[in-house]
Structure formats: structure tokens, C-alpha cells
């Protein structure tokens, strides 16, 4: 079996979420349930979600609604306490370079950089943020991680970029060097925040209780670390309903 927690299992925090992990064990073999001594962080996460042997992993609500719906069973989605954001939601912060002026909109016609084309907080949300305005971000840039794009606009390389709310916490906390040089512009409207899931056919509500068990009992500096506030049920259909933005391929060409 597959255990993961790659979505916020930066480098800064694996301690973190290794004793969390070993809480989620504990809590699974009084469940009855056998689970991987430790998680799994050499694979990639698409052969992570898709594996019959996942026994519990997280994924992005864009994966979710475009693949991943029907082929695998939802456990719960971690609530990081956000402000402005019933539990369980979350957000993207958009930063421009702090002597940058301007607001998210006035950054349309520059350069977005974007974590990945599945990423609902990096690609959808400013997208669709942008949508309600009959406006479209077409001069992008990829980076392949929420931090790399959060460095990208600091050096230069692009000019707005829109950050996972949690991933944003972590950069404050972890790269100061990078979020000093940086200055939120605004925000997207919330969504459901990033789920837990388990390989289709297996029954979801043991792992769910196991895992809100583990957070409550999770100690206070790594429940800081890792912002971790509760765990709750958001009904797949909210996560179908986020629309999704065409791919940038579509758009003019990714410079």
C-alpha cells in the first residue's frame, strides 16, 4: 500500500509530516487497518493517484474533477483555518513584485506565472478569477512549483503569479528572502481545498476518522507548521462545479 502527502510535504516541513503520518498509522491499526510504515515521495503524483494501492494521498481539485472523479473515492479535505474561507476552502494570493504597482487586473496583458496547467489554485483560480472581469491572462510562464513561480516574479522573470494560500504561508515561513520581495495584489474567490483520497473501492470513512484523529491529536508546534486546524467533508459535486479554464497551449504562445 501507498501513503503520500506530497501537496504541502515541502522539504522545511517532512519532519512535520512524518510525525503526522505516524499519528494517521496509529490511528488506522485501531481502525484495524494495516498502512506503510512510511509515505511514499519518489513517485509522481499522477502515478500516486491513480495506483490501486493508494491508501491515502492528496491531490489538487482540478485533477480531481478533470481525471481523477469516478476512479477514486474522496476521504476528507484538511481545513488550514484560512481567513475568509469557510473550512475547508481555500484560496490563491496574487503577488507582483512589491515595488510593482497595481491591482491582480491591471497585470493582465504581463506575464502569469503558473505551477502547472492541472493546478486549480495556479492556473484555474487566476483564470477564472480573471474570467469574471471578460478577462484572460495569455502571456504565461511555467515553473513547475508555487514556489518557483513565487521566485520567478521576484527576479523578474514573470510579473504576477498566483499562490495557494497555504503554499503562500509556507513561503513566508520558509523563504523570506523570496516573499519580502514580493506583495499580495489580491485574491481569487475560495474553493474546495485540496482533498484526501483513497483508491477507488476502498471504504473512505475509517481513513477519514483516522486522519481527524491524528490532527486533533497532532502537537501544537507541528499543527502551526503544517496549519493544520480539522479535517471535513465537502461533497464531490462542489469540486465538479469549479469551471475549468482551457489549457495554456491554447493560449498564445508560453514564453
Do not use: K
Amino acid at each position: 500500500m501507498i501513503a503520500s502527502l506530497a501537496m504541502y510535504d515541502w522539504p522545511q516541513v517532512r519532519a512535520e509530516h512524518d510525525r503526522f503520518w505516524s499519528l494517521i498509522r496509529a490511528a488506522l491499526a485501531e481502525e484495524g487497518i494495516a498502512a506503510p510504515p512510511a509515505l511514499t515521495r519518489d513517485e509522481s503524483l499522477w502515478t500516486l493517484w491513480e495506483s490501486p494501492d493508494l491508501l491515502l494521498g492528496q491531490t489538487c481539485g482540478m485533477p480531481y474533477r478533470t481525471r481523477l472523479h469516478g476512479r477514486v473515492a474522496l476521504v476528507g479535505t484538511p481545513d488550514h483555518g484560512l481567513p475568509g474561507a469557510a473550512p475547508g476552502w481555500y484560496y490563491s494570493v496574487f503577488v507582483a513584485r512589491a515595488d510593482d504597482p497595481g491591482e491582480a487586473h491591471d497585470f493582465i496583458d504581463r506575464t502569469l506565472a503558473f505551477n502547472g496547467q492541472d493546478s486549480q489554485s495556479g492556473w484555474a483560480a487566476p483564470q477564472n478569477e480573471m474570467a469574471r472581469r471578460g478577462l484572460r491572462f495569455t502571456h504565461t510562464r511555467h515553473t513547475g512549483a508555487h514556489r518557483d513561480s513565487a521566485r520567478a516574479v521576484a527576479e523578474g522573470r514573470a510579473d504576477i503569479a498566483a499562490i495557494d494560500a497555504v503554499s503562500w504561508r509556507l513561503i513566508e515561513a520558509h523563504h523570506p528572502e523570496v516573499a519580502t520581495r514580493l506583495r499580495v495584489v489580491g485574491h481569487t474567490r475560495p474553493t474546495p481545498g485540496l482533498p484526501l483520497i483513497t483508491a477507488a473501492g476502498r471504504d473512505p470513512a475509517p481513513l477519514a476518522r483516522a486522519t481527524a484523529a491524528a490532527i486533533a491529536a497532532i502537537a501544537p508546534a507541528d499543527r502551526a507548521a503544517l496549519g493544520l486546524r480539522g479535517l471535513v467533508t465537502i461533497a464531490a459535486e462542489a469540486y465538479l462545479a469549479v469551471p475549468t479554464p482551457p489549457p495554456p497551449s491554447q493560449d498564445v504562445p508560453v514564453n
